[in-house]
């Protein structure tokens, strides 16, 4: 018999995620085989999956906090904002197309079939399912063609679980709010609620927890204080994205408009010697930085033209004379070059456009993606690396005769003459421990030899702890139906 219950939140960034792979780590530690599961969900932060595709970084984390493989199965549509108005569309881990919000409003309904397929595939390899909502059902606006919230739940025949978000204020009205723009038929669906992120004495909120329950009927499930150590997990929303003071290395990452995959910075910040410091637009890039690093993009072009209109393209080069090193991952990698060619008009309008021009190296943008879980090798010392692939665009020339790593037994990366300003596609190349400390050696900084996935890990282990503490688990589970 496999059960089923949902994580549903009042609005965006209440925890959903987290409580979920707090929850999948506490009931695997009992002994049930726990699948994750989001119907939609949207972020420039994805993982590549075993089977070949790619899903959120979230679900990634989720998979690994219940003992599972992260499979495309585990987050079905994935939307990758690649404007304010439009996005790369996901469908089962492969792209199925570009479009406008607008557009895909009306288009959403017709992926429930392929949703509902993954669900129960996944079901099937399952004690418990945990599904996670995005965004909020509160907002009946979008719940006509709904894949994401209650039009799931509703198609799956599952309960629901409301969560709030004490911390940003105005939790009793975020939930009683939510009950009361809710039609009945969507309504009967939450079977308890959840208060998330609460700081201090949770006894003090009682008088509130009894207004929530008079106002809806719905049981609490729990008040959760906020989880102190949420940093040292992989974020998946952009906002989470904060500068990490430490030791005498400094880091500097700007913030690009479109970032992705910048999990590739949690390694570094947990480092005890390194500060990684990210620069909003408007700043300048600092003058003493030991590294300029440039991360992945969801729309490399459009970043380059916003890092340009930043003036930062001024303040690398001079960081660049003072004798500093760069690195560019993916989308930073093409940046550093001499051109990205876009003919097909991948990214907009077809176009050609000058790089940042630190590496002799041409980008040409292809409608093929590269997805893919690889070892390498950095060459200088030998270390190995696990990392992934996801990208579009290939990139050749000169620089590229100087790579720093193989991949495969191929060469992979580009480098300048002098060895300061490097690139490659591979992300999460700091997750390999040996490598990281070559990496801060080579850079002057002390090389810790830091198990980073232990300390997920360790991390995760906490999170269940927290979970067990401040959570009815016993309730949560009665609460789970059984699929049909």
């Known amino acids: 018999m496999t059960k089923s219950i949902m994580i549903q939140g009042t609005g965006s960034n209440v925890g959903k995620s987290m409580i979920v792979a707090g929850i999948a780590r506490a009931f695997t530690r ?68 570009t479009l406008r919000a607008r557009d895909y409003g009306t288009y959403k309904a017709r992926l429930l079939p392929r949703v509902m397929e993954s669900f129960d595939r996944l079901a099937r390899t399952a004690d418990l399912v945990l599904v ?12 006509e063609g709904d894949i994401a919230n209650m039009g799931f739940a509703s198609a799956a025949g599952i309960p629901v679980i409301l969560t709030g978000d004490i911390d940003r204020g105005g939790v009793i009205a975020q939930l009683v709010g939510t009950y009361a723009v809710l039609p009945p038929s969507d309504r009967c669906r939450i079977r308890g609620f959840l208060v998330n992120k609460f700081r201090g004495d949770p006894s003090l909120f009682d008088e509130g927890l009894a207004e929530i329950v008079r106002h809806t009927a ?39 408009g479109r970032i992705a ?52 393209h001024i303040d690398l080069l001079a960081h660049v004379r003072r004798g500093g090193h760069v ?25 050609t456009v000058t790089g940042l021009g630190l590496l002799d190296i041409k980008t040409v943008m292809t409608p093929e993606k590269r997805l893919s879980i690889v070892d390498a090798k950095y060459l200088p010392s030998g270390e ?37 300003v490097r690139g490659c596609y591979l992300h999460g190349l700091f997750s390999s421990d040996p490598f990281r400390s070559a990496f801060i050696s080579e850079l002057g900084g002390t090389g810790a030899l830091e198990n980073h996935r232990a300390s997920i890990e360790q991390t995760l282990n906490r999170l269940a702890d927290h979970m067990e503490t401040h959570v009815d688990l016993d309730l949560f589970l009665d609460l789970a139906a059984e699929i049909r």
């Open 327 to 351: 690195l560019g991952i993916c989308g930073g990698y093409q940046m550093l070059g001499v051109s990205i060619s876009d003919p097909d008009g991948i990214e907009g309008s077809p176009t």
């Open 384 to 420: 190995p690396i696990t990392g992934y692939e996801i990208h579009l665009g290939q990139t050749t020339g000169p620089d590229c005769q100087r790579s720093w790593l193989s991949v495969a037994g191929k060469p992979e990366g580009a480098a300048s003459a002098d060895g300061r």
């Open 132 to 143: 996670e909502g995005a965004g909020s059902p509160a907002e009946v606006n979008l719940r």
């Open 261 to 312: 995959n910048f999990d590739d910075l949690d390694p570094l910040s947990s480092e005890e010697g390194v500060s990684v410091e990210i620069i909003e637009s408007g700043r300048p890039l600092p003058g003493d930085a030991d590294l300029v690093l440039i991360p992945g993009s969801k729309s490399t072009i459009a970043d380059l033209d916003a890092f340009r209109a930043n003036g930062w």
């Open 30 to 97: 009992r002994g049930l085989r726990v699948a994750p599961f989001k119907p939609q969900n949207m972020s420039n932060n994805a993982a590549v999956t075993i089977d070949g595709g790619e899903i959120g970084r979230a679900q990634a984390l989720q998979a690994l906090a219940a003992g599972r493989d992260p499979i495309v199965d585990m987050n079905p549509v994935l939307l990758k904002p690649e404007s304010e108005t439009g996005a790369q569309i996901i469908v089962q881990g492969k792209r199925l197309a």
């Open 218 to 256: 719905w049981p609490s499930l729990g008040v959760i204080p906020w989880f102190v150590d949420a940093w040292k997990l992989p974020a998946e929303d952009v906002m989470d994205i904060k500068s990490r003071p430490g030791g005498g290395l400094k880091i500097i990452v700007p913030r690009l």
